[in-house]
Each structure stands twice: as C-alpha cells, then as structure tokens.
C-alpha cells in the first residue's frame, strides 16, 4: 500500500541559545517527525581569534588569552603553550614547579570530568548529580583560587616554571583533598552508573569504531573509549609523568556509555597522580632560568600534550622575534566535534543530546 | 448518605453548591501553594542546597511571591501563533484539573465530595481531557519545541492512560463499585483491609502510570528542559504559563488523593481525625514523587512507549486476572 500521507521535513535549529548546547553552540538538524535526517553544527559564535590576537603578543603575554579556550581546564591550556615555548628554547624546567604543574594539571582535569558527568547527567534530565558534582569541583576550585587567585582563569604557568609558589599549608590540603574526592566520586559512581534508565539511555548510543575515530582524528577519551589505548601522558611522556604510576583507561565498545566510565575512572587515575606527586614534591625554586626577554629561535615548533578533552598542541612557526610569526592550537574539542554529524543522522533528538553531551565540547575551546 | 442528590434543585442548593465549589478552590490553591515550597524544599535537600528562604520565614511566602511575579507579567503572544487557541489551550489543560477534585473524598461527611457512581471513570474521562489543551498549546504556540513537546505529550499520556485505567479496574472488582467515597468506605471493613494489600501490582502500575500521566521524571518527555527547552509551553508567559504550571501541581495533588482513596484507605485510619489521616497519606504519596523527581534521569521516547505496551499493560491484565481469581475463590 502506498502512502498518500502528506509529509514534510522539519528545520529545527537547536542553539546557540539551548540548555544542552553547553554554550553558544548551534546545531541545524532536519528533522522527520522525531528522526533525524541531517545535521549542521554552525560554530564560530564564540570565536575571539585567540591565534591572530597571539601574533601580536609576546610568549607570556599569550597565557592569559589560553585560559580562555578550553575554561574548564585552563591549566592545562596554560601548559600547552608554555610547553611549546619550553620545548623550543630546550629550557630547564625547576623540579618543584614541574610538581606544582602536575598537581595543578591534574587536579583540573579532574575538576573538568566532574564538570562533564554533572552537566551530563544534567542533560539526560538528572538534576542532582549536577550539584553533587558541583560541589566536589568547588574544593579544588577553591585550591586553585588560593594558589594562583583565580577560580577558572588561572593564568599560572610561566614559561619556564610557574608564577606562584605553593605553601606547605596547600601541600596538606591537596594531600587531605585526594582521599576525600575519592570517596565522593566513588558516591557519585553508586548514585548512577547503575541506573536502569541511566544505561538504557547511554548503551550503544553514538557508537564509532577504532578506525573511525582514527579517520576522524580524534583524541582524548572520544578515541580512548573504543579501546584504542592512546594517552600521551603515557605514549610520549612529557614534564615529569614518566616518575608517576598511573593506568591509562580504555573502554570497548565506543558508545555514550563507555565515555562516561572512561571520564569516571580517569579521575581515579588522576586523583592518583596527584597523590604521588603532592608526597614527592621536593623544595627549590619555581622558577628556571629564563632569559628577560623570550626570543624562540626561528623555526617551527609543535608540541602536545593531554589535554582534558583530548589532544591539545600548540605549534609554534617563528621567526625568531619575541613574537610569535604565526601560533596555531590544536583544539581537542574542534577535532572531536566534526564527527558529530555522522552519529547524529538516524538518531532522535532525544540521542541527540546525549551522544553530544558525551562528545564533551567545550565551545571556548572549539571556536578558539 | 446523599440525600441532596435526589431532591429537585433549590436556590439554597445552588449556593450551597457554589459555596462549595469556592471552599475546595481555595483550599486546593494553599495546598498546591505548599507543595510548590514543599517540592523546592525537599529536593533541594537531597542536592544538598537549602532551598527558598528569603521571602517570608522559612520561604513560606515563596510561592505568593512567585505567583504575584507571573500575574504582573507582561502576556506575550508570539506574532506568528493562533492567537484564540493560544489564550484557550491553558484553560482547556486547566478547568479538568480543578474539576477532578470534585471527586475526592476528603473526610468520611464528604460535605464537597461528587459522589457520583462513575467516579473513577470520570476521572479518567476527565484527565484525558487536559491533553488536548497541551496539543492545543503546543500547536498554537507555531513553535517547533512546543510542537514536539505537545506530540511527545500527547502520544504518552494516552498511551499511559490504559494502564492507569486497567490497573484501577482490579480495585473496582474487589470493591464493587466506581463510586470513589463507596470505594474508600468499603475499606474500613474489607476482609483484606486497604486495597494496597490485594492490589499491590495494581497500586504499582498505577503509580508508575499516574507518574507518566502527570509527565512527571523519569517521564517528562514532554518538558525535557535539556531537549525541548520547556515543550508545549515554551512559549507561554505571565498568567497563562502559570494555568499550565498550576494544572500541573493540581493533578499532582489528585493523582496524590485518588491514589490515597483507591489504595490506602482514604480517610481511614486509628486516632487522627479522617481529614488528617487523608492529608498525611497523600503528601507522602507527593513526597514520593518529588524523590523520584530528584533521583532519576529521563527515559527516551520509544523506551517509553515500549515500557507501556509490553511491560505495563501485560502486568496490569494479568492483576485483572488476579483480582478475579480473589474474588472468586476467598
């Protein structure tokens, strides 16, 4: 029997004003009643040429302007760059700051998941893992606020060793700190990873196979998550993760849920992290010999490292001036989003938000 | 027992009727007032926040405030919307919902209980009614959230009305009757004392249902703020978002009654005065409801229908055939 039934396709454009976007975001998708024919990811509305901007800016003077990109993880993004510089003046990095770095870095990654697993659940239609989550992140928010004066845009690594240095006093609370998030991220864990309604909506949602993600380019947990074992901490180690024991977190199947464990259970590995490096951490200056006036010898330069979203580098073309001649990031977030529209096509917008979510974006960092 | 049911109507009936009808308003308006605070309260406990507390002491005048704030709200029609349907779909979601609480039985001299012999089937015929006012909305709004929330909406609620209805049918078995205050009466002196103890898998379903019935989490679909911004009522502000809301709460609080008078016993019960024991059974049946709100994310759509057709409705006849094989042998 043929239908005569008049049918038409819906335009729906979700964003950038949208409670799930997680920011300016905007998604044009077509839609046949609730399925989904096409989808158009439109970025660029919080796009502030971060990289032109950097051009006219001395090294230390680009910091500032990296915490702005991925805002949930700025350490790390503050790291990318001074790395970068770090890795082409081949300078010597002080012990103690490269402990700081590590408990910095990790602790914002943690924060970051936090953020991601509250926001998460948030758009599955759970509201309180959302202030569960909250509140734990507000510990190390704080840590952050005393160490360097800023909650989310720390502006803390210098090139060359870090701006402030740690009290004993902060040491200790970082120590006291590491068992305590442990036991709520393990509350967390048993308030919903076993909800029946939780895993029915995540299992074997927005699946990719290995070689996709690796067609796609993506890094991070996106690619970790169909079992392809890949963190730079561990394969090309760099500032000091080679001292530390640590497990890199895979999953198997690729899917929404699998995501979600892999962000649950690498808090767990760098919670450990900053376990070791707060009991290690030796006495010294924080800040290495640097030249007054940091000139990059003309060439180019790239180097990566682990960000929270994936794999964040920084590539440097110089000319062998005090500022950059070009500085190109590789945001983690921008390379992960493009698959996006090959997992949308077929679903319903209800999968929708949660295979986005899952992607973890966060728009500062994708628009750059 | 209603002896001015079968008189002719008089003028002193009719202001009986009406002064009625304002005291139930009344008393339902305070009532959904302090569930609204009751609700902020409770489940900012469990998020381990403290809730509204400044307006008032306690955060008593919160939801006055609140109300005071929607009525002085500039009324927004969107251009391009139906403006008739637009300004009547609140009230048609919401005149069924003050209407079904003509039904319930507060105290045992049911002074303004209905107590009409197709008591449950009104209520049912009654509530189904409130949807078409969210399609309605949802439609008039010519918003594409607001579209697909009053589909998603309608789609569940009538789906989700068969279950509801199959599983009140193994309580009209045992009890006889459709009549809501018979019902509550006839468990004072069951053989099997409330009927929550026969008809578990009924009370159950129906909870489940009556949860799905109301959109409530884990089945608010139709309002899922992460999708569809607010669904059927995206676009409604001022006084008529506030219709939708209070039709919201109204049936919350008679889901809560009906589920007291079919299940628990109603009014019945040692000591406390009938209207206290009614009163305390139904805010758990609502306290019940907003921990679940709290804890539970959203199912998906097709999950949804799918629990309804292959899980509740086979489970609700299968009560059916129970309740008969009760009465038939005990």
């Known amino acids: 029997m043929t239908s005569t039934l008049h049918k038409e396709e819906m335009i729906l454009n979700l964003g950038p004003q949208h409670p799930s976007t997680h920011g300016v975001f905007r998604?044009?998708?077509?839609?046949?009643?609730?399925?989904?024919?096409?989808?158009?990811?439109?970025?660029?509305?919080?796009?502030?040429?971060?990289?032109?901007?950097?051009?006219?800016?001395?090294?230390?003077?680009?910091?500032?302007?990296?915490?702005?990109?991925?805002?949930?993880?700025?350490?790390?993004?503050?790291?990318?760059?001074?790395?970068?510089?770090?890795?082409?003046?081949?300078?010597?990095?002080?012990?103690?700051?490269?402990?700081?770095?590590?408990?910095?870095?990790?602790?914002?990654?943690?924060?970051?998941?936090?953020?991601?697993?509250?926001?998460?659940?948030?758009?599955?239609?759970?509201?309180?893992?959302?202030?569960?989550?909250?509140?734990?992140?507000?510990?190390i928010v704080e840590l952050f606020n005393e160490i360097c004066g800023a909650r989310l845009t720390y502006n803390y690594m210098r090139i060359g060793g870090?701006?402030?240095?740690?009290?004993?006093?902060?040491?200790?609370?970082?120590?006291?700190?590491?068992?305590?998030?442990?036991?709520?991220?393990?509350?967390?864990?048993?308030?919903?990873?076993?909800n029946e309604i939780f895993l029915n909506r995540v299992r074997g949602i927005g699946k990719f196979t290995k070689e996709e993600a690796l067609n796609y380019s993506l890094s991070g947990v996106n690619l970790r998550s169909t079992g392809f074992r890949f963190d730079l901490r561990k394969v090309r180690?760099?500032?000091?993760?080679?001292?530390?024991?640590?497990?890199?977190?895979?999953?198997?199947?690729?899917d929404a849920l699998d995501r979600y464990t892999c962000r649950l259970r690498e808090i767990e590995q760098s919670l450990r992290i900053v376990e070791q490096a707060a009991s290690q951490i030796p006495?010294?200056?924080?800040?290495?010999?640097?030249?007054?006036?940091?000139?990059?010898?003309?060439?180019?330069?790239?180097?990566?490292?682990?960000?929270?979203?994936?794999?964040?580098?920084?590539?440097?073309?110089?000319?062998?001036?005090?500022?950059?001649?070009?500085?190109?990031?590789?945001?983690?977030?921008?390379?992960?989003?493009?698959?996006l529209r090959k997992l949308l096509i077929g679903q319903n917008v209800a999968n929708l938000i949660a295979i986005l979510g899952a992607v973890d974006i966060v728009l500062g960092e994708v628009d750059g | 027992m209603f002896a001015w049911q079968n008189t002719p109507m008089t003028g002193l009936h009719l202001l009986g009727i009406i002064i009625g009808a304002i005291i139930v308003l009344l008393l339902v308006l305070i009532t959904v007032m302090y569930e609204i605070l009751a609700q902020r309260k409770f489940i900012g406990w469990i998020q381990r926040r403290i809730g509204p507390n400044r307006v008032g002491p306690w955060g008593l005048l919160q939801t006055a405030a609140d109300v005071l704030k929607l009525l002085i709200k500039e009324d927004v029609i969107p251009a391009k919307a139906d403006r008739a349907m637009f300004s009547i779909a609140p009230i048609i979601a919401f005149v069924p919902a003050f209407m079904?609480?003509?039904?319930?039985?507060?105290?045992?001299?049911?002074?303004?209980?209905?107590?009409?012999?197709?008591?449950?089937?009104?209520?049912?015929?009654?509530?189904?009614?409130?949807?078409?006012?969210?399609?309605?909305?949802?439609?008039?709004?010519?918003?594409?959230?607001?579209?697909?929330?009053?589909?998603?909406s309608a789609a569940q609620m009538i789906s989700y009305e068969i279950p509801m209805g199959m599983s009140i049918l193994g309580v009209v078995m045992i009890a006889g009757s459709m009549n809501i205050t018979t019902i509550v009466a006839d468990q004072s002196h069951s053989q099997f004392g409330w009927y929550i103890i026969p008809q578990i898998i009924g009370f159950i379903v129906f909870l489940i249902a009556g949860i799905a019935e109301l959109n409530w989490t884990p089945f608010d679909l139709p309002e899922a703020e992460s999708e569809l911004v607010a669904g059927y009522f995206t676009e409604y502000s001022g006084f008529r978002f506030a219709f939708y809301m209070l039709s919201e709460y109204v049936y919350l609080f008679a889901f809560a009654a009906l589920a007291t008078s079919l299940f628990l016993g109603g009014w019945n019960g040692p000591i406390l005065p009938g209207w206290l024991w009614f009163a305390i059974k139904s805010a758990l049946i609502v306290l019940l409801l907003f921990w679940v709100q709290a804890t539970m994310p959203r199912m998906r759509g097709d999950q949804l229908m799918s629990f309804a057709w292959k899980v509740l409705i086979p489970v609700s006849l299968?009560?059916?055939?129970?309740?008969?094989?009760?009465?038939?042998?005990?």
């Open chain 1, 27 to 139: 998604l044009v998708v077509t839609l046949d009643g609730e399925q989904i024919v096409d989808a158009d990811p439109v970025i660029g509305y919080l796009h502030r040429g971060t990289e032109k901007l950097a051009e006219g800016l001395q090294y230390t003077q680009i910091i500032p302007y990296t915490d702005r990109m991925d805002y949930l993880a700025a350490m790390l993004n503050n790291y990318a760059l001074v790395h970068a510089v770090e890795y082409a003046l081949d300078l010597e990095i002080p012990d103690r700051a490269e402990y700081l770095r590590m408990i910095v870095m990790e602790l914002n990654r943690v924060a970051s998941h936090m953020v991601f697993i509250g926001t998460y659940l948030l758009d599955l239609g759970a509201m309180s893992p959302f202030l569960y989550a909250f509140i734990e992140r507000e510990n």
């Open chain 1, 162 to 194: 870090v701006k402030w240095d740690a009290t004993p006093d902060w040491i200790d609370k970082v120590r006291r700190l590491v068992p305590m998030l442990r036991e709520k991220v393990k509350m967390i864990d048993n308030l919903v990873s076993g």
């Open chain 1, 237 to 254: 180690p760099y500032g000091i993760y080679d001292r530390f024991d640590f497990d890199v977190i895979v999953g198997e199947n690729g």
């Open chain 1, 283 to 339: 006495e010294g200056p924080v800040m290495g010999k640097v030249p007054k006036m940091i000139r990059v010898p003309a060439g180019e330069y790239y180097a990566s490292i682990e960000g929270a979203r994936g794999e964040l580098g920084a590539y440097i073309v110089s000319d062998g001036k005090d500022k950059p001649y070009r500085l190109k990031f590789h945001r983690p977030s921008f390379v992960n989003l493009q698959i």
């Open chain 2, 100 to 152: 079904v609480l003509a039904l319930v039985p507060y105290t045992m001299n049911h002074v303004f209980t209905a107590g009409m012999n197709v008591g449950v089937l009104f209520y049912i015929a009654l509530s189904s009614v409130s949807i078409i006012g969210f399609v309605l909305g949802g439609w008039a709004s010519n918003n594409k959230y607001s579209l697909v929330g009053g589909m998603r």
């Open chain 2, 318 to 330: 299968f009560n059916i055939l129970l309740t008969g094989l009760l009465s038939l042998f005990v």
